[in-house]
């Protein structure tokens, strides 16, 4: 076989990618909010709250945080055929798919070597999402999926399963480098039952090892000799059944740990014990079950979202607080950044807020507006009492910045030609055309010309004026022969082969085929997908396009 070959998902339209636009965002200063006093000097502001579609604001983020992202969370739709307030939550399955694999291949992209991406899902597209991550991230790449308890009650008018759990799945950047830490707890666990002389809490395990074959002897010889009990009496390792074995340390560490070895006088004689400190614990892995009493409910996030007195009905199925705390202490340190791009009531900007971590968040409804922006202003003001806020000691601070999606960069005039939007001002098309480009976008206080770069002898200048030979033998002569300036402009005269430093473009020309234009919902798109027929009862009975993994499947 010439070609390896590789498993793979396939769905109806999966070849078919949006061409995206990379967006600038457009600061509200109306709707950032920071605190009215400073609480310390750890505040963080440069938090960031983007109002748009989730697919074109990942893109818009792309060229700024590739690879800076610590952690990401989302909670997607479930795609579970229920007619959310908030969500068309019922979308066909392939088109589920396409809208998924479209934004994790960018999340992907956003985040940090060491980081990771955690999704909470349901069992309705859980294992073809899990498939579809495997090729994306790599399947060597998925560090694990946990039962997240999410109801404390079964629901008894449940046909089959009563569902009392979604998935959590988790997802590294690079395995090798991911940070995943371990639980802490103030809590110390019931078995360390003792206490020593300082009153510091302990238990106790046999010195004697325990186990296999390599606990003999035989296996281990240097582990088989005498230990002096309180009486002077020589004791020897053996195991219950008489024969000889070993002991956990060698002579020199029980000679180094005396103090910690207890002795116990049973009726088979004596028998040594070492201590285990409460105040040695490193932490514990986080298991694969994630109970309700530990993490929180549904029923406690609609509880705590009721609590903070929003001016509209709570969602459905938000997330706890001690949900997204789990997760951001596992793979996250405090001031790293935290995305999520499927916001809801912004959750996950609150917790990170009050764990002091940055973050980004992204909503395109309206209750980025009703939910998103008074929860905010309720924790950095200090008035959110519920959630973590106890636990982490919040008492308020910092700030967010507001953004909305500028809209497409070009626009058709009423002939049909594509020209620069009319909404964009000078600065705004000199940012737009850096992103287009690959430019970082930094105007030159002093140099004109400099409105960006991508090397530090590389440059951009875009303007909207026709420019003549005479002017750009002047822009020419100014950049010199040791750095490079493309620019972008209405119109030129002249051969501009003759200027060495200079690579210039017409606009729109130069960009028209490099993304979709006018395009502003990526989030159903369906308008050059081939649909399935249906009768009336929903069921697939033709499909326009070759037959597939889920014809004949109900539809929702």
């Known amino acids: 076989m010439s070609k390896r070959q590789k498993l793979e998902l396939t769905w109806i339209g999966k070849e078919q990618r949006p061409k ?23 505040d963080i502001f440069d938090n960031t709250l983007i109002f748009g579609d989730n697919l074109l604001a990942l893109k818009a983020l792309e060229h700024e945080f590739a690879g800076k992202v610590k952690c990401v969370f989302i909670d997607p739709p479930y795609n579970t055929g229920s007619a959310f307030q908030y969500y068309d939550d019922g979308i066909e399955h392939s088109i589920w798919l396409g809208l998924m694999r479209d934004r994790l291949e960018i999340i992907r992209n956003l985040l940090s070597e060491d980081g990771s991406l955690w999704i909470t899902i349901d069992d309705n597209e859980a294992h073809y999402l899990k498939v579809m991550c495997d090729e994306i991230f790599g399947r060597s ?41 371990k639980l802490t707890s103030n809590d110390v666990p019931a078995h360390y039952n003792r206490t020593d002389e300082q009153g510091r809490l302990y238990y106790t395990k046999p010195l004697r090892a325990m186990g296999g074959q390599g606990e ?28 000889d074995g070993a002991w956990r340390w060698k002579k020199e560490k029980v000679e180094q740990e005396k103090d ?41 996030s609609k509880a705590e979202i009721k609590a903070l007195n929003l001016a509209e009905k709570a969602f459905d199925t938000p997330k706890p607080e001690s949900l997204i705390k789990r997760i951001l202490e596992i793979a996250s340190n405090p001031n790293d950044l935290v995305l999520d791009s499927f916001a809801g009531s912004g959750t996950t900007g609150a917790v990170a807020h009050k764990m002091g971590r940055r973050w980004i968040m992204v909503e395109l409804g309206e209750h980025c507006h009703t939910h998103i922006i008074p929860r905010l202003k309720k924790v950095i003001d200090g008035e959110d009492k519920g959630g973590i806020t106890e636990i982490t000691n919040w008492e308020g601070g910092g700030g967010f910045r507001y953004y909305s999606l500028a809209p497409s ?50 440059f951009i200048y875009v303007t909207t004026q ?51 234009w006018g395009h502003d919902d990526y989030s159903l798109n369906v308008q050059n997908l081939p ?26």
């Open 260 to 300: 910690r070895i207890d002795w116990v006088n049973g009726r088979n004689g004596w028998t040594p014990y070492y201590r285990i400190y409460a105040d040695n614990i490193q932490g514990r892995p986080p298991e694969t079950i994630w109970f309700h009493d530990e993490v929180g409910t549904n029923r406690t």
């Open 216 to 243: 003999t002897r035989e296996a281990r010889p240097t582990l088989y000799y005498p230990i002096i009990a309180p009486d002077g009496t020589e004791v020897f390792p053996k195991k219950q059944d008489g024969t």
């Open 20 to 42: 995206l636009e990379p967006r600038i965002l457009i600061e509200d200063f109306t709707k950032s909010y920071h605190a009215k006093y400073r609480i310390s000097p750890g």
């Open 531 to 556: 649909m399935a027929e249906h009768d009336e009862d929903g069921v697939k009975s033709k499909n326009l396009m070759q037959p597939s993994l889920f014809d004949g499947i109900k539809k929702s």
């Open 466 to 516: 026709n420019l003549t030979a005479e002017q750009l033998q002047v822009l020419n002569e100014d950049v010199g022969s040791e750095r490079t300036l493309l620019v972008l402009c209405s119109a030129f005269k002249g051969n501009v082969d003759r200027f060495p430093s200079l690579t210039v473009k017409k606009i729109p020309r130069a960009v028209l085929t490099k993304c979709e």
């Open 409 to 458: 960069l070009l626009e058709k005039d009423k002939w049909g030609n594509w020209i620069i939007s009319k909404e964009y001002n000078s600065a705004q098309l000199s940012q737009a055309l850096c992103k287009l480009e690959g430019f970082t976008y930094a105007p030159s206080d002093t140099i004109y010309w400099q409105q960006g770069y991508s090397t530090e002898q590389d």
């Open 141 to 181: 790449n998925f560090i694990g999926a946990a039962a997240w308890e999410k109801s404390d009650s079964p629901r008894m008018d449940a046909v089959f399963f009563s569902y009392r759990h979604d998935n959590v799945f988790a997802y590294a950047k690079n395995i090798k480098n991911v940070l995943f830490k």
